[in-house]
């Protein structure tokens, strides 16, 4: 069963200009998520991003550990909350 779970992704600390709008951090995000087992889809949406996933293969806790490994290229990391699941 696939649950649909939007996420505010706080990046402000780590690129204050960008406020995740960047081509190069929404290109990562959605290339880590989608190649973890159980992740269907990713996509922007209004403020914050969504995962479509199978909660019982990847679950929240899961999805907010990738988030807080990210972006790559930066020292810094995203501070993810989920806003619905």
Known sequence: MNSRT????????VIPE?????????EEMESI???IQ??????TEDDGVVVEHDPSVATVEQLIDVFEGMP????????PTVITS
Do not use: M, P, W
């Open 33 to 35: 998520l989608t190649d």
């Open 18 to 26: 960008c406020a995740y709008q960047c081509a190069k951090c929404i």
């Open 72 to 79: 790559s290229f930066y020292e810094g990391n995203f501070v």
């Open 38 to 43: 159980g992740v269907r889809k990713f996509y």
């Open 6 to 13: 939007a996420f505010h992704i706080d990046c402000t600390a």
